[in-house]
């Protein structure tokens, strides 16, 4: 099983991303989508999930306004569009994958079943 994160960058505060994750090697449709990310010297966080079949999303508060998850299940592949930028967004984002078919999601580490490597996002004029 392979995920992979792209889009990640230095952008401006206020300014947006898209973080784009393949996947390859598992049953893409079966599984939640889970964004994640880790600031310098913090823990790992939930930033957003979306369910296998895309009925069900969740956000933390933090991003909520301002980041959209979406999947397409026909090119196995999640998004995650972050709009309005502020330093504190600064992060590795990980995609991860949860075995979970149903209209649920969850942003647990402990119920991750495969993690991509992380993708860099820097806020910061």
């Known amino acids: 099983v392979q995920l992979v994160e792209s889009g990640g960058g230095l952008v401006q505060p206020g300014g947006s991303l898209r973080l784009s994750c393949e996947a390859s090697g598992l049953e893409f449709f079966t599984h939640a989508m889970i964004w994640f990310r880790q600031a310098p010297g913090q823990e790992r966080e939930g930033v957003s999930c979306?369910?296998?079949?895309?009925?069900?999303?969740k956000y933390a508060d933090s991003v909520k306004g301002r980041f959209t998850i979406s999947r397409d299940n026909a090119l196995n592949m999640a998004y995650l569009e972050m709009n309005d930028l502020k330093p504190e967004d600064t992060a590795v984002y990980y995609c991860?994958?949860?075995?979970?078919?149903?209209?649920?999601?969850?942003?647990?580490?402990?119920?991750?079943?495969?993690w991509g490597k992380g993708a860099p996002v820097i806020v910061s004029s």
């Open positions: 991860a994958a949860e075995n979970r078919y149903s209209n649920r999601c969850l942003m647990v580490i402990s119920e991750v079943d495969h």
């Open positions: 979306i369910s296998a079949n895309e009925g069900f999303t």
